[in-house]
């Protein structure tokens, strides 16, 4: 009910019902979005601010211990039938090489990621 109140009092000039609700549906979502957005950019930057940098593990490469990495995608392939897209679709999945022999460790393999 507040949050019905402060809409109200937007500048549009007595709007009709109908375009009431949809103004506060699009306001709605519009902020669920931008919500995730947010979500989404601080779990990729890592920004997590509480955590401070001793509480962290360094992570090297399996192959030759190097500790630096670039991001590589993996490009996995939907049949068009299974994706129901005219054509196949391509999926990338963003994950992360050695700077140093560009060995991929098994936990950046995509069959581990999200696990
Ligand atoms: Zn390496």
Do not use: W
Not at 43 to 50: C, I, K, R, S, Y
């Amino acid at each position: 009910m507040l949050l019905l109140e402060s809409l109200r009092e937007g500048s549009i000039p007595s709007p009709t019902a109908k375009n009431k609700t949809s103004l506060i549906f699009a306001r709605l979502v519009f902020s669920f979005y931008i919500s995730i957005i947010n979500n989404l950019i601080m779990a990729q930057q890592g920004m997590n601010l509480n955590i401070s940098l001793d509480k962290t593990t360094p992570l090297a490469c399996e192959e030759c211990g190097c500790e630096t990495f670039t991001q590589v995608t993996f490009l996995r392939k939907v049949s068009k039938f299974i994706a129901g897209t005219d054509q196949d679709a391509l999926i990338p999945i963003p994950s992360f090489a050695c700077t140093n022999c560009h060995h991929v460790n098994d936990e950046f393999q995509p069959k581990n990621l999200g696990e």
